[in-house]
């Protein structure tokens, strides 16, 4: 592959493959990186909101995701101290065309990501190959990668680290920056639909809020599986997506916080638990330097109380596009600008999510007369206008 056009993407996650696929569609030739040997996502759901899912029926996936992705209905806002509903923000009455709401297992977008990936010429996908160093020249950037006990050298324009919170060239590029652990630990798991009532099986998101501790839970997979996230501090931190969890404490925690019946009956039908360690990365630092830059966890991880992770990679991945492909000129100072633009453009939004989602945790977990008040506020407003403070973040568009 020539140099000119060639851009190399480190990490084959959902920024990864969306960029990839952004930047081809702009002319660039792409090969992505990716350490795994096989492209398997951890089981576990994700939402998809109208800013994300807009870029993804850009990139030509709405067939593809919308038969495994779910439309649902409302997101509903549930107390754990007394069962019920607090209030119901509409989804399906801001619905846009080209920008539904999904909810979709994350081993089903990747899937999609992967198949269009795997069938445009322009990407080179290489699994189990590692980014390991970059140097730049006169030409360009050199790009060190390792596959097995081989590392070998390629040329290329551009290097965009997605290689998500544990990111190699953030490392490369910001040695001194390190993940923060939140001290809250997100339990994952799914369970069948038929295990439930049919009133927990709606096309709903259930967002469930008691002290110290929230859970949420959607239909994924065409509505075969509810997936569940359980959110509960603790010390374990370790690195990673998907040590299993032991049932039993998950459980426990959920009856010492007092919580009621119906979730714990949500909780105790998830057949089998994965934890995850909530970790986030300063958002202050920058991320762009000459011709490497950052996109997705690697700049910005969050906590993910926003729903919007994966969301903000895929916002990342069209304005990066964007970015290079309406650079001036083909010079090395052109380039250099056009990363840089693309930081300018995406870092006051990325921080603002990063700010919404630690507060959204903090509300979430309230408990006592501060429980009480809050649940009061969100009924006065009501579900419209609940759902009027997300539009900064949905109607958003490259
Ligand atoms: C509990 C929980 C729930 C969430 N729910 C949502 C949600 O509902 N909606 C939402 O938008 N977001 C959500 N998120 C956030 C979302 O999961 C992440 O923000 C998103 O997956 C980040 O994608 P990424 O491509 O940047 O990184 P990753 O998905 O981490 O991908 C990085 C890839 O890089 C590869 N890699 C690493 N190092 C190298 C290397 N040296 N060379 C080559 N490859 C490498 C990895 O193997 C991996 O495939 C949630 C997160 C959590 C923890």
């Known amino acids: 592959m020539a140099a000119s056009r060639t851009i190399i993407v480190a990490g084959a996650g959902i920024g990864g493959l969306t960029a990839s696929l952004a930047l081809a569609r702009r002319g660039f030739r792409v090969i992505l990186l990716e ?11 994700l939402q998809l909101s109208p800013n994300a899912s807009r870029v993804l029926t850009e990139l030509g996936l709405q067939p593809r995701l919308s038969a495994a992705a779910v439309t649902p209905e409302a997101i509903c806002l549930m107390s754990a101290t007394s069962g019920g509903e607090i209030c119901r923000l509409p989804l399906d ?3 846009q065309p080209g920008a539904p709401y999904w909810v979709i297992h994350r081993a089903d977008l990747q899937a999609a990501l992967r198949d269009e990936v795997q069938s445009c010429s322009d990407i080179d996908l290489r699994l189990g190959c590692q980014f390991e160093d970059v140097s730049s020249h006169a030409k360009g950037l050199t790009v060190i990668q390792r596959s097995g006990t081989t590392r070998c050298e390629e040329l290329a324009l551009a290097l ?3 290689d998500g919170i544990w990111s190699a060239v953030r490392h490369h590029l910001l040695p001194d920056l390190q993940p923060r652990f939140s001290g809250l630990i997100a339990w994952r798991g799914t369970l069948d639909t038929t295990q ?3 009133e927990y099986t709606a096309r709903r998101v259930q967002l469930w809020m008691g002290r110290g501790a929230h859970l949420v839970t959607y239909p994924i997979s065409g509505g075969r599986r509810i997936n569940v996230v359980a959110v509960v501090p603790g010390q374990w ?7 299993p969890g032991d049932s039993n404490e998950i459980k426990t925690a959920f009856v010492a916080a007092g919580w009621h019946a119906i979730p714990r009956m949500l909780i105790g039908a998830v057949d089998g638990w994965r934890r995850w360690a909530l970790f986030a990365v300063p958002g202050g630092a920058q991320w ?3 011709a490497v830059t950052l996109l ?9 109380f926003a729903a919007q992770g994966a969301a903000m990679a895929i916002e990342d991945a069209a304005v990066l596009a964007k970015c290079l492909a309406g650079r001036q000129d083909e010079s090395a100072a052109a380039l250099t600008a056009a990363l840089q633009r693309y930081e300018k453009l995406r870092r006051p939004r990325v921080m603002r999510l990063q700010r919404t989602a630690r507060q959204l945790g903090r509300i979430y977990h309230l408990s006592g007369p501060l429980a009480l008040a809050r649940d009061l506020v969100i009924k006065t407003m009501g579900g419209k206008r609940m759902l009027s403070r997300q539009d900064w973040i949905y109607s958003w568009q490259a």
Not at 237 to 243: F, H, I, T, V
Not at 296 to 304: S, T, V
């Open 296 to 304: 997705g966890d690697a700049a910005h991880a969050m906590l993910p």
């Open 160 to 162: 965009i680290g997605a």
């Open 35 to 45: 350490k795994a040997e096989r492209l398997e996502e951890a089981g576990a759901g």
């Open 196 to 198: 439930l009532p049919r």
């Open 288 to 290: 762009s330097e000459g």
């Open 237 to 243: 931190n370790r690195p990673g997506w998907s040590e």
């Open 93 to 95: 009455q801001t619905a």
